[in-house]
DNA sequence: CATAATTCATTTGTATACGAATGATAGGAA
DNA sequence: TTCCTATCATTCGTATACAAATGAATTATG
């Protein structure tokens, strides 16, 4: 994942800095104001609003920043929501594909064509549900089954990356709040 | 927004919770554990993996309950990103569709449909540079600017909606580790 | 049992989001 | 000036992601 090059006045990209080796130090980023003073067309009587400051701005970076690293490492060429399937499938056996939407926190639409893209790598099988006619049942496929034990370690290996500029502590402290958020 | 129905043994996303108003009280949500003992299907040589521990996979939970929260207040009919564009538009005064891009961290291919539907909503302007034959410069419709300080306010409303489930020091926290983080 | 409500899978439409490629333009180097 | 490189805007392809609608099957309700 890459995307055009940027002037220094810019975000620095996550796809720009190496991801490959756990770094210590920080470099310049997207928190660094973008222009210099904000406040340029806010009345005196406005509060400043920093984009660089809000939730969902910083949210999206980051989700952006961990995707950028999880395709990386991704030798198994699947996407954060197919890892995500895949990890859910093994850990549930079998279930239908809206179930399984639902516990990954993915609408039914959305799960169709992850499911699609599972089966066309062979990794997952769906078959009619005997008790239920309007199920179908999602399972892994035996190379499936194969691949959850690889894709586990691929995963820890992600979020450690991902986590790499914080300290152990400050990790624990994000995942916890993050945990409180959603 | 709003996602099917769920039943009590999945996640409760976020578009089935109300997001109106302020709560103290958080319910059950992703973070309790979908599967009640998660190494199942792991060997017990096997580190547990859990999916509902991992960066990535809260990162995308958190950025999904924000999408809805900004959604369900945006009067005015924004994404989170055609927000972000107008707000950097408005402190970047012009610039041309690549740069702003990099502004907000939104590569060329998609920024170009995020300009063309701003300027549907005749929000932002395009006119080619005098001085560069490659660049089109986009700036601000009088409309547009009408509009930024309303934006702001909405913005802000939607950053403490995002932010509610966490106390104010949590909040803070939050902030700065995923500075830290992007 | 018969009807109503729900669930499931699917499709269509829209909007990010990124990779890769392309043609036009600009700027620096030989 | 010529060539090389970089940048810009654009297009195509793929993959989430969600709203809304549909038909089929199931479950709940009266």
């Known amino acids: 994942m890459s995307l055009p090059g940027q ?3 810019t975000i620095a990209l996550p796809s720009r800095r190496p991801v490959t080796e756990v ?3 920080r ?4 928190q660094d104001p973008v222009v210099a003073e904000n406040g340029a067309r806010t009345g005196p009587e406005d509060p400043p609003y920093r984009l660089d400051d809000q939730v969902g701005y910083l949210l ?3 989700n952006q920043r961990h995707t950028v690293i999880f395709q990386d490492r991704a030798i198994l060429a699947l996407t954060p929501t197919q890892f995500s399937a895949m990890i859910r499938i093994a850990e549930a056996g079998s279930c239908s594909q809206n179930h399984l939407g639902r516990l990954i926190a993915v609408d039914a639409a959305t799960i169709k064509g992850v499911v699609d893209r599972l089966r066309t790598k062979r990794l997952v099988r769906l078959e009619k549900d005997p008790n239920d006619g309007r199920r179908n049942l999602i399972s892994l496929t035996p190379q499936g089954r194969d691949r959850i034990r690889s894709l586990r370690a691929m995963g820890q290996r992600v979020s450690d990356a991902t986590l790499a500029p914080l300290r152990p502590d400050e990790r624990a402290v994000l995942l916890d709040l993050l945990r409180k958020l959603v």
Chains 1, 2 share one sequence.
């Open 7 to 9: 002037t220094p006045d």
């Open 23 to 25: 770094r210590s130090e």
């Open 27 to 30: 470099p310049a980023r997207a």
């Open 60 to 62: 999206r970076l980051a």
